[in-house]
Protein backbone atom coordinates (compact mmCIF):
# COMPACT_ATOMS: atom_id res chain seq x y z
CA UNK A 1 0.00 0.00 0.00
CA UNK A 2 1.50 3.43 -1.07
CA UNK A 3 -1.40 5.28 1.93
CA UNK A 4 -2.11 4.85 5.49
CA UNK A 5 -5.53 2.51 5.58
CA UNK A 6 -7.08 4.79 7.55
CA UNK A 7 -9.12 7.23 5.59
CA UNK A 8 -11.42 8.30 7.81
CA UNK A 9 -13.17 8.20 11.32
CA UNK A 10 -16.11 9.65 13.46
CA UNK A 11 -16.41 9.51 16.74
CA UNK A 12 -20.17 9.28 17.90
CA UNK A 13 -21.18 11.58 20.70
CA UNK A 14 -24.20 12.36 22.52
CA UNK A 15 -22.85 16.04 24.13
CA UNK A 16 -21.41 17.80 21.12
CA UNK A 17 -20.64 21.13 23.25
CA UNK A 18 -19.01 19.26 25.84
CA UNK A 19 -17.67 16.46 23.52
CA UNK A 20 -15.82 19.24 21.09
CA UNK A 21 -14.24 21.48 23.98
CA UNK A 22 -12.99 18.47 25.34
CA UNK A 23 -11.39 17.51 21.93
CA UNK A 24 -10.22 21.20 21.34
CA UNK A 25 -8.96 21.40 25.02
CA UNK A 26 -6.92 18.20 24.91
CA UNK A 27 -5.73 18.35 20.81
CA UNK A 28 -4.55 22.65 21.33
CA UNK A 29 -6.64 23.06 17.99
CA UNK A 30 -10.57 24.09 16.65
CA UNK A 31 -12.57 22.10 15.31
CA UNK A 32 -14.64 22.91 11.93
CA UNK A 33 -18.27 22.64 11.49
CA UNK A 34 -19.16 20.43 8.69
CA UNK A 35 -22.42 20.39 6.57
CA UNK A 36 -24.69 17.54 6.76
CA UNK A 37 -24.40 15.37 3.46
CA UNK A 38 -27.35 13.91 3.65
CA UNK A 39 -30.16 16.10 5.35
CA UNK A 40 -32.99 14.24 3.96
CA UNK A 41 -32.02 10.74 5.27
CA UNK A 42 -30.33 12.16 8.43
CA UNK A 43 -32.38 15.40 9.43
CA UNK A 44 -30.46 15.55 13.13
CA UNK A 45 -26.86 14.75 12.16
CA UNK A 46 -24.26 17.30 13.23
CA UNK A 47 -20.65 16.64 12.51
CA UNK A 48 -17.56 18.82 13.64
CA UNK A 49 -13.72 17.83 11.46
CA UNK A 50 -10.63 17.61 13.19
CA UNK A 51 -7.86 20.00 11.63
CA UNK A 52 -6.74 18.34 7.82
CA UNK A 53 -4.34 18.92 5.46
CA UNK A 54 -4.90 17.04 2.00
CA UNK A 55 -0.89 16.72 1.42
CA UNK A 56 -0.03 15.90 4.80
CA UNK A 57 -0.17 12.35 6.02
CA UNK A 58 -2.82 9.86 7.81
CA UNK A 59 -6.48 10.23 8.22
CA UNK A 60 -8.97 13.14 9.31
CA UNK A 61 -11.96 12.40 10.71
CA UNK A 62 -15.41 14.15 12.76
CA UNK A 63 -17.07 13.92 15.74
CA UNK A 64 -20.99 13.06 15.00
CA UNK A 65 -23.72 13.46 16.83
CA UNK A 66 -27.04 11.61 15.06
CA UNK A 67 -30.02 10.50 17.20
CA UNK A 68 -29.98 6.57 17.04
CA UNK A 69 -25.74 6.16 17.56
CA UNK A 70 -24.53 5.77 20.57
CA UNK A 71 -21.52 6.94 22.47
CA UNK A 72 -18.99 4.86 23.98
CA UNK A 73 -18.53 2.36 21.06
CA UNK A 74 -15.71 0.02 20.38
CA UNK A 75 -13.92 2.77 17.70
CA UNK A 76 -10.32 3.07 18.44
CA UNK A 77 -8.52 5.76 17.32
CA UNK A 78 -4.72 6.68 17.87
CA UNK A 79 -3.75 10.11 17.66
CA UNK A 80 -0.73 11.12 16.54
CA UNK A 81 1.01 13.34 19.33
CA UNK A 82 4.65 14.85 20.11
CA UNK A 83 4.33 13.51 23.66
CA UNK A 84 1.18 11.61 25.00
CA UNK A 85 1.70 12.06 28.68
CA UNK A 86 0.83 15.38 28.02
CA UNK A 87 -2.21 15.12 25.84
CA UNK A 88 -3.21 12.31 28.41
CA UNK A 89 -2.63 14.66 31.15
CA UNK A 90 -4.47 17.08 29.04
CA UNK A 91 -7.54 14.99 29.25
CA UNK A 92 -7.48 14.26 32.43
CA UNK A 93 -7.99 18.18 33.17
CA UNK A 94 -10.70 18.55 30.83
CA UNK A 95 -13.35 16.01 32.08
CA UNK A 96 -11.80 12.91 30.62
CA UNK A 97 -9.94 9.83 31.88
CA UNK A 98 -6.43 8.08 31.94
CA UNK A 99 -7.18 4.26 31.10
CA UNK A 100 -3.88 3.64 30.36
CA UNK A 101 -0.59 5.77 31.01
CA UNK A 102 2.02 6.11 28.72
CA UNK A 103 3.55 2.74 28.30
CA UNK A 104 6.89 1.80 25.76
CA UNK A 105 5.56 0.09 22.93
CA UNK A 106 9.45 -0.85 22.20
CA UNK A 107 10.93 0.66 19.10
CA UNK A 108 7.54 1.94 17.65
CA UNK A 109 7.32 4.65 20.50
CA UNK A 110 4.84 5.22 22.94
CA UNK A 111 0.99 4.66 23.49
CA UNK A 112 -1.39 5.93 26.44
CA UNK A 113 -4.99 5.58 26.31
CA UNK A 114 -8.21 7.97 27.77
CA UNK A 115 -11.85 7.93 27.38
CA UNK A 116 -13.37 11.38 26.55
CA UNK A 117 -16.37 12.93 28.05
CA UNK A 118 -18.64 10.71 25.99
CA UNK A 119 -17.05 7.20 27.13
CA UNK A 120 -15.00 6.58 24.20
CA UNK A 121 -12.07 5.13 24.19
CA UNK A 122 -9.06 7.04 21.95
CA UNK A 123 -5.30 6.21 21.37
CA UNK A 124 -2.39 8.86 21.51
CA UNK A 125 0.67 7.91 19.92
CA UNK A 126 4.27 9.51 20.07
CA UNK A 127 7.63 8.26 19.65
CA UNK A 128 8.76 10.40 22.63
Known amino acids: MNTNPVAWFEIYVQDM????????AVFQGELAAMNNPDEAHFPD????????????RGASGA?????????????????????CAE???RAALH???????????GEHGFIALIEDTEGNMVGLYSMQ
Request: aromatic share 10%.
Open 17 to 24: PRAKAFYE
Open 45 to 56: MEMWTFPSSMEG
Open 63 to 83: LVRMGGCPSGGSTLVYFACMD
Open 87 to 89: EAE
Open 95 to 105: GGKIIKPKMSI
